[in-house]
């Protein structure tokens, strides 16, 4: 092997590393941002707890499922994947909210009611869930972006 060979397998070694790591954090993000959620929800005694569990656990699977796909995948695989992931999670969500209203726990008290909830909960979903994979896109755009242009040694500009 040449050098520049070898340096080429550097590089693409760390676009796979960068791309993936990237992304699981992008999934983590939100997971966090709930727990501390439930946290502060617990300490201040605030009821929202509950709609912020009714949330965090369908996501939970969510994301331990995905970051068990994620890890034999290519980074474009996985990049392509962040476009469905608000659709993927949405049926997580759906199960889930299925799933309480036949154990009884639902604050859905007939199907209609039901039915209702699970649009509003299909339609906040889509909507956050699709802004949010927006931004990440271009954050991970941005971050490509910089170091495309800056050098490695002394982050100036190239021209």
């Known amino acids: ?18 791309t993936r790591r990237y992304f699981l954090l992008a999934l983590v993000l939100p997971l966090l941002i709930a727990l501390i959620g439930v946290l502060f929800a617990g300490i201040l005694a605030d009821p929202s707890a509950g709609a912020i569990s009714m949330i965090l656990t369908p996501y939970a699977c ?6 068990v ?15 469905r992931a608000p659709l993927i999670f949405l049926a ?27 649009v509003i909960v299909a339609t906040y979903i889509i909507i956050i869930g699709y802004l949010y994979t927006l931004i990440m896109e ?3 755009f941005s971050y490509l972006d910089h170091k495309r ?3 490695s040694t002394d982050n100036s500009l190239r021209c």
């Open 69 to 83: 796909w994620c890890l034999n995948k290519p980074p474009g695989q996985i990049r392509r994947a962040a476009y």
């Open 1 to 18: 092997m040449s050098v520049s060979e070898i340096v080429s397998a550097m590089r693409y070694a760390e676009y796979i590393m960068h």
């Open 92 to 118: 997580f969500q759906l199960a889930y909210l299925a799933v309480e209203y036949m154990a009884g726990a639902s604050m859905a008290k007939d199907l209609m009611g039901l039915a209702g909830v699970m």
């Open 62 to 67: 969510f994301f331990l499922v995905l970051a």
């Open 138 to 140: 271009l954050g991970y």
């Open 149 to 151: 242009h800056t050098r």
